[in-house]
């Protein structure tokens, strides 16, 4: 999508309202901010009944218009798409700056969010670098209000130099004064950051060869250049034709001066200029005008009060998942549908139809793909995923996800880990694969090292998660000391790759929306999509490893690794059964912890040696899947060199624990 | 749909994009956050479908 398609107003529309309502002639007045600002509503008062929505041309975005008298002069009043940034990452985005760029507005009104005014000064520092004619409408003060947070629009005003109207846009409060704002609008030059020498000289050597009209100012086509906005450069490079080569020279060169990208330099220099202004204009009262729900919010995302509350979250996980998923539905499938019918009636189908042993094996019998395989995926994994997924969904449509992202980033900070790293580790508990392909999101390549380091190691996914916590089901002492264990491993290596890999230690900022009780729709859909595409990834790689494993038995080599194995494995107090779980391990930790759980069933694990062994398959690899994602991402080196150091670091864990809970006496 | 994540909007076409270099992407029906990449499984046709059927109850209005 080009910025120079947009030109022209789209013929056929899906209008309602007055649809003979013509906006030629009329001056524009364009709405912009971030969604759920209130801009909509903003737009209502504006304009009254008759309005218009249709397709931006060439996308499926909508774009509201309407007619609105002001005083005594009539304006067509546009709404925009949602826009977080003038660098835009959604096709919304793009739209909403299309608008802003091509349609030649007079006022530019930026609705804000009162609440979260630092996140929104960012728009309003690009929309004043590029000279646009704008206002600011800190909308929602209400709410902000109810948070304890006061603004002083009037000393916000002289700070950034453009207008601040305050506005409760739902009662309309506020809204007669942002009409006259409109009315006697008169455009006013912001406020600018002062970035370091090195991008204003590029900023001040891209200005000047910059040819060509534009609708923003030259300063903000450099910037953009300078962050690389791919529309911005196919529209610079038309204009320019051969005289491009030459400023994307300057872009190239300025990059190379640093070793994070321009983008982040910018937005990081942007940052601390808001910080400066927040620091004088915002006021916060005393938590104890704050709401129950605020409280709890708080309390979620502080390094000390989060860790009870994550515990707790644990617990009910644990009883969910280990009560409902584990022992009611495991037991009922395996035991009595795989146990008393599927298995017993496939092995006599295969037995009387297959003559070869050899056969029979690769699909009933001890490793079989159905007897093993399937009875896996269906009778283990499958209920006590679904548990774990309603419990995540229940988590996630609650609004605890971001607030568990910003008590890790806390925690982060406090061992001397960057806090950006928080978003992949916090998707590791969805799929450690896709997490690791995130980590290239990642700003630096230290962040990118420590982040797929700790996903490998110390952050198993919602599956295994599930497994392991059906597995421990029945001793709330082994969860404890898993969870201990595990939160000792995590911060210990995020702490020690903090100082290997040294390095600056990034802001890391995100919105963080209310609390709210889930809807169940939204549980069932999450949980009802989650199952269906986990069930289709994990089944082939299940069927795999039993073809693998029949083929390693007939070779010898299955029991040639099994006899290896379980040297480390009677080392860390488990009996020798268990070496063919974590040989399962290494495909996936699910499976093995499936196998785990088979022993358990069986009788042969219990105790300490339950939780060694629950604690060293979680710090295995996640998965093939996962490991080929590390080489694909980090290189065949470094993800061979993370396996050489995280196989033998899960045993000589295990061997650890195990060593302590026998010396001090514990019983399970 | 709004990211569980880290609060934005965006439309499902934007999500998708980002899982061309993924080894599971073909067998995986998550969308993915453009801004940081957190995954939500996309919506089933069915409620796609009374959404839309309620979005013209409402312009209609």
Partial sequence: MSLLNFGKKQESCRCHGNTDETTDGLQKVVLVGSPNVGKSVVFGYLTGRYVTVSNYPGTTVDVTRGKGRLGDKEFEIIDTPGMYSLLPITEEERVARSILLDENPAVVIQVADAKNIERMLHLTFQLMEAEAPVFLDLNLMDEAGRLGMKIDTGLLEKEIGIPVVATVATDGSGMDILKENITGFKNRTGRGVKYDKTVESAVQRLREMLRGEYRISKRAIALLLLQDDPDIKSMVRERMKDNYASLEEIVEETKKKYSQPLNYIITIARQREIMEIIKKVTVSSPAETLDFRERLSRLMMHPVAGIPILLLIIYGFYEFVGVLGAQVSVDFLEETVFGEYINPFVTGIVTSVIPWKVWQNLFVHEYGIITLGLRYAIAIILPVVSTFFIAFSIMEDSGYLPRLAMFIDRLFKKIGLNGRAVIPVVLGFGCDTMATMVTRTLETKRERIIATVLLSLAVPCSAQLGVILALLSGSIMGLWIFAGVMATVFLFTGFLAARIIPGEKPLFFMEVPPLRWPKLSNVFTKTYTRVEWYFKEVLPLFILASILIWAGKLTGVFDLLTNALSYPVALIGLPKEAATSFLYGFFRRDFGAAGLYDLKTAGLLDGIPLVVSVVTIALFMPCIAQFSMTIKERGWKMALSMAAFIFPFAFLTGYLVNLVLNGLGVVL | ?61
């Fill in chain 2, 1 to 61: 749909m709004k990211c569980p994540l880290c609060g934005l909007e965006f439309r499902e076409q934007d999500g998708v994009s980002g899982c061309k270099g993924c080894v599971v992407s073909g067998s995986c029906s998550l969308v993915k956050c453009p801004n940081c990449g957190y995954e939500t499984p996309k919506e089933p046709g069915v409620i796609k479908f009374i959404r839309s059927l309620k979005k013209q109850k409402e312009r209609k209005k």
